[in-house]
């Protein structure tokens, strides 16, 4: 079938610690792949995103990169802050899908001073 | 940076009454998407939307929701006869391409109250 997994949560972390968020995919074609961020009372926010294998997705110090061999996408940080607690949201979408992107169940965040 | 607007950020209604969720997609955007999201679950996809008609729809999108772009800006989701279940959050999106190297882009969402 076509699911992202990601791994539950929720994930409790001190300050300036390392963060890794797993995710795999299954996929019929070659999908594109994403992170999306939603903060509390908020909506999705696009966080970063990888087209095709070996690539690396990257903003805000949040890195992922693309491997078909694993069929993986998981979220890392080198140094999480307060500031990045959330629910994360692992994203697969085919071109020949129409588009529509299917979700993992999410992990929330927090991050303690 | 254009955004996806939806309104009303909270509706609240009885059982069985129709609601109408709004929304403003990106004004260069083509494909257009409403999702749900229950409390503390998973974000579902409910349908997609191209070429003024449905592109898909998931199984969640039964004869009570329909869909309409009914002025070349606006994109609504209607539900006819609401339900307790139907109670959750519905989001909007909008991307230009169905590629990856044009992301979906969310509204903040529409939180809805069946009572």
């Known amino acids: 079938g076509n699911s992202v997994t990601q791994m539950e949560g929720p994930v409790t972390l001190s300050e300036e610690a390392f963060l890794t968020i797993n995710c795999t995919y299954t996929a019929t074609g070659y999908p594109s792949l994403f992170w999306y961020v939603q903060y509390p009372g908020e909506g999705l926010q696009l966080l970063l995103k990888?087209?095709?294998?070996?690539d690396k997705g990257s903003n805000k110090g949040f890195e992922a990169t693309y491997r078909k061999e694993t069929t993986s996408f998981h979220l890392e940080k080198g140094s999480v802050q307060v500031s990045d607690s959330a629910v994360y949201f692992c994203?697969?979408?085919?071109?020949?899908?129409?588009?529509?992107?299917?979700f993992g169940q999410g992990t929330e965040l927090s991050v303690k001073p | 940076e254009p955004e996806v607007t939806q309104t009303p950020s909270h509706q609240v209604t009885q059982m069985g009454q129709e609601v109408i969720l709004r929304c403003v997609p990106i004004s260069n955007h083509l494909y257009f998407y409403w999702y749900r999201q229950i409390l503390g679950q998973k974000v579902e996809f409910l349908v997609s939307f191209y070429n003024n008609e449905i592109s898909e729809k998931s199984e969640i999108f039964d004869d009570q929701f329909s869909v309409e772009r009914p002025d070349g800006s606006n994109f609504t989701l209607k539900i006819r006869s609401t339900k307790l279940e139907d109670s959750a959050m519905y989001f909007c999106a909008s991307s230009a391409l169905t590629g990856g190297e044009s992301p979906l882009h969310f509204g903040n969402g529409t939180r809805l109250t069946v009572t």
């Open positions: 994203a697969r979408r085919l071109y020949n899908q129409g588009g529509k992107l299917i």
């Open positions: 990888a087209t095709k294998a070996d």
